[in-house]
């Protein structure tokens, strides 16, 4: 019945309501196994209470999911038993020690002597904790915590594992080293949903899904997200006065898009000159321009354009 060609995990018009305030609406997902699936959205799009769900422990309003082939409403127990969660704020305890704490969450997981103790070297090596095994949680630098927290999840070798925001407020070094770890589990074969605000960890995932408002609004490899949502030339521009560079492209319609990125501007413009158009349009309220380039968009040029598309006509699918 769980024949390794099933998805790892699928949901059908998964729903969530708080009240009278719908947080998740009619999510379908399908996650196949031994690949990297990520979840992005801005705060409140609705990720964790859809991980929450699929975890088995907060039940929907409506719909239903399949993770490992158990039910999430039918067997939420089965459910737990084959997976891993690294909450978005980490499980683990402060006061405890590492070793501690790892023998907590084996107990937790119910696993013997020998297994735990086989594990246990395991998360520290993996953790690279040699030496910290005595340590207080309470005082390890963030980098390290997370990799606990991670070695804490899987301890029980579960075949799905679910990170929320597991690099939030992590240097870069050890981001870096946390993906490092994602990639060696999935290529033993763990499937891996993860959130991140990231852009560049999104890249890293085989799927990723862009929620907003709980609901689905685009899917698909980063590639494919690229190559179906921004279908006209993005320039990147370098001049002066930046806001009111923006304001001069944006009364003009031959221009699609203008975002500021950080002290550049990104334009989309499906004119047959982009280039010329715009050193036109902005050397003529005299704003010096200094390069324009032809650049590959960014996932976070997908990102916004889907996003703010979703703002001028809601409820349409991106
Ligand atoms: N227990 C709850 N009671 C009421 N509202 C809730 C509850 N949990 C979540 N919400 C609301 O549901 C919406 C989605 O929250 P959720 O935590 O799933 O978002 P998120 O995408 O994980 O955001 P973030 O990126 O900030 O973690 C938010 O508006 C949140 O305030
Ligand atoms: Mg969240």
């Known amino acids: 019945m769980n024949g390794s060609d099933q998805p790892a995990i699928t949901s059908e018009n998964l729903t969530r309501d708080f009240g009278r305030f719908r947080a998740v609406d009619s999510v379908n997902l399908r996650v196949d196994r031994g690949t990297i699936y990520g979840l992005l959205g801005a705060n409140g799009a609705g990720k964790s209470t859809t991980i929450r769900m699929l975890c088995g422990l907060l039940k929907p309003t409506a719909g239903e999911a399949h993770v490992a082939g158990c ?5 939420p127990e089965g459910v737990k038993r084959s997976i891993g969660y690294m909450s978005q704020k980490f499980s683990l305890y402060e006061d405890l020690t590492v070793d501690e704490n790892i023998e907590f969450f084996g107990g937790v997981y119910g696993l013997d002597k020998k297994t735990l103790k086989e594990r246990r070297d395991w998360v520290i090596d993996m953790a690279g904790l040699s030496g910290r095994e005595k340590s207080l949680t309470a005082e390890l630098s963030g980098g390290w915590k997370q990799r606990l927290a991670l070695g804490c999840a899987i301890l029980h070798s579960p ?12 240097d870069p070094v050890s981001r870096r080293r946390f993906w490092d770890l994602i990639n060696r589990l999935v290529r033993n074969g763990t499937t891996v949903l993860v959130t991140t605000h990231y852009l560049d960890e999104a890249e890293y995932c085989d799927t990723i899904t862009l929620m907003h408002a709980g609901r689905i609004i685009a899917e698909g490899s980063p590639a494919r997200l690229k190559e179906e949502h921004i279908k006209t030339a993005t320039l990147e521009v370098e001049c002066d006065n930046v806001i009111e560079a923006m304001e001069c492209l944006q009364n003009d319609d031959r221009i699609d898009e203008t975002t500021v990125f950080g002290t550049y501007l990104h334009v989309n413009s499906s004119h047959d000159q982009p280039e010329s158009l715009v050193r036109s349009l902005l050397e003529g309220k005299g704003i010096q321009v200094h390069r324009i380039d032809t650049i590959v968009p960014s996932l976070e040029d997908v990102f916004i354009h889907l996003i703010e598309k979703q703002i001028r006509e809601p409820r349409g699918r991106g």
Do not use: A, W
């Open 71 to 75: 039910s999430i409403t039918g067997d």
């Open 159 to 170: 075949g799905i594992v679910f990170l929320d925001e597991p690099t939030g407020g992590v």
